[in-house]
T-cell receptor
Framework: ETGVTQTPRHLVMGMTNKKSLKCEQH?????MYWYKQSAKKPLELMFV???????ENNSVPSRFSPECPNSSHLFLHLHTLQPEDSALYLC?????????????FGPGTRLTVL | AQTVTQSQPEMSVQEAETVTLSCTYD???????LFWYKQPPSRQMILVIR??????QNATENRFSVNFQKAAKSFSLKISDSQLGDAAMYFC????????????FGKGTRLSVIA
């Protein structure tokens, strides 16, 4: 384990549901990230937070709403998703967002939208 | 925009043998970082090895080494003495050194290790 945990590990939801993904890191990092991993596609960066402030939103639809209450916790609120949103959602953290620093990944939440 | 290409969707290797995973990238920048990440089945993605573009010497981490060819924009990963635990998805990634730019990943190569 790398110190980044994600819950739940699996989630099945209907298109009208509202759910949240949670990420927690115990590494003392200040930057946190959400990625989407779809089959046969490169990982897609969704959001970046640095010291609780969102520094990047990679043209993500508004049905995905991130929240970072502190440097250790990151949420992804989901509502009215589409079946094509089914994917593995990965959280990561790093000491800061600078290029050199290694990003530590969580195990991911496998999301299925029916 | 930078792109990373992994031309081998799947590879296999006999246990104890050596395998090389290919990665090419496209960038107009001269200063950047390159990474190889490993994602075992149902487990967390971890960093395997990192290369700084301004360093000519190829990075090495135990059984893992890279062949970094800056002019050719090639960054292959060599795994020596392959072990069953090396079976995983391997992702090549690029990151510009300027500013807080995002990691750009390739699509990955699935490596199987045959006992």
């Amino acid at each position: 384990e790398t110190g980044v945990t994600q819950t739940p590990r699996h989630l099945v939801m209907g298109m009208t549901n509202k759910k949240s993904l949670k990420c927690e890191q115990h590494l003392g990092h200040n930057a946190m990230y959400w990625y989407k991993q779809s089959a046969k596609k490169p990982l897609e960066l969704m959001f970046v937070y640095n010291f609780k402030e969102q520094t990047e939103n990679n043209s993500v639809p508004s049905r995905f709403s991130p929240e970072c209450p502190n440097s250790s916790h990151l949420f992804l609120h989901l509502h009215t998703l589409q079946p094509e949103d089914s994917a593995l959602y990965l959280c990561a953290s790093s000491l800061d967002p600078s290029s050199y620093n290694e990003q530590f990944f969580g195990p991911g939440t496998r999301l299925t939208v029916l | 925009a930078q792109t990373v290409t992994q031309s081998q969707p799947e590879m296999s290797v006999q246990e104890a043998e050596t395998v090389t995973l290919s990665c090419t990238y496209d960038t107009s920048e001269s200063d950047y970082y390159l990474f190889w990440y490993k994602q075992p089945p149902s487990r967390q993605m971890i960093l395997v090895i990192r290369q700084e573009a301004y360093k000519q010497q190829n990075a090495t981490e135990n059984r893992f080494s890279v062949n970094f060819q800056k002019a050719a924009k090639s960054f292959s990963l060599k795994i020596s003495d392959s072990q069953l635990g090396d079976a995983a998805m391997y992702f090549c990634a690029y990151r510009s050194r300027s500013g807080n730019t995002p990691l750009v990943f390739g699509k990955g190569t699935r490596l199987s290790v045959i006992a």
